[in-house]
């Protein structure tokens, strides 16, 4: 089953009352340190709210589940840091896409599924998510949790190239990688759609910025944010394996 509350109705608890939730009160602290580090959007702080985390990470690492850094989740993948997944979901700025055409659920698409935490996220305000990572074996185990926590009709794995993107379901409303490539590829570009936002962390393997490309027409426009480290994007558009 789907999600329970629409994007921008969610309480700040996610809808739980204590003594339901074990992790609840960490999830609570989890939002609200990433309101004190400037994360501003409401629907991305419901989200935050509403998505077990815990469910994301390897049962070894459930302690560590609201750390604010990187956790690995094997097949040399990481789940990202709270912070920086709420930023590059907040640059994506679904909410307007969503007044722009109140008549339908925005269209995102998550590269590198990793975990599939992310995704999940995406789904919590509203969107209809196409995740698409390389390792089959990722993608299988990021398909069970999502079906899990009740997102596996919001969110469609697929395994492939995530950096030439999924034309199946383009165009997007809202793209974000997961990974950094050495540039922004051209068919994630190509596959935004009017008024859409890309979202990818951009430069060498070790060191990176978070560039947000924006769809007007036939015009791109590219703006540099945060600094920060992912691991590579493997593909065709990204860096060789």
Do not use: K, N
């Not at 309480?11 to 580090?37: C, H, I, K, N, Y």
């Not at 994360?39 to 469910?55: G, Q, S, W």
């Not at 196409?130 to 919001?154: N, Y």
């Amino acid at each position: 089953m789907g999600p329970a509350e629409g994007p921008g109705t969610g309480r700040a608890d996610g809808g739980a009352r204590d003594g339901e939730d074990p992790f609840l009160a960490q999830r609570l602290a989890m939002v609200r340190e990433l309101r004190a580090s400037g994360i501003r959007d409401p629907d991305v702080l419901a989200a935050f709210a509403r998505v077990p985390r815990e469910r994301f990470v390897p049962a070894d690492l459930v302690t560590h589940a609201y750390d604010d850094s990187a956790l690995g989740i094997g097949h040399g993948q990481t789940i990202s840091q709270p912070y920086i997944v709420a930023r590059m979901t907040e640059l994506l700025e679904l909410p307007a896409v969503r007044q722009r055409d109140p008549s339908r659920d925005p269209r995102a698409l998550d590269v590198g599924t990793g975990s599939g935490y992310q995704a999940a996220i995406l789904a919590a305000m509203g969107a209809l998510v196409v995740s698409i990572e390389r390792d089959p074996d990722l993608s299988a185990l990021a398909t069970a949790r999502l079906i899990e926590v009740g997102f596996g009709d919001r969110v469609r794995c697929v395994v492939g190239d995530g950096s030439a993107g999924w034309v199946e379901g383009a165009p997007y409303d809202a793209i974000v990688v997961g990974a950094a490539a050495p540039r922004v590829p051209e068919p994630l570009a190509a596959q935004l759609a009017e008024g859409a936002r890309l979202v990818i962390p951009v430069g060498p393997r070790d060191y990176q910025s978070l560039h947000v490309v924006s769809r007007q027409g036939t015009r791109l426009e590219e703006r540099v944010f945060d600094a920060c480290v992912f691991v590579p994007l493997i593909g065709r558009h990204g860096f060789p394996e």
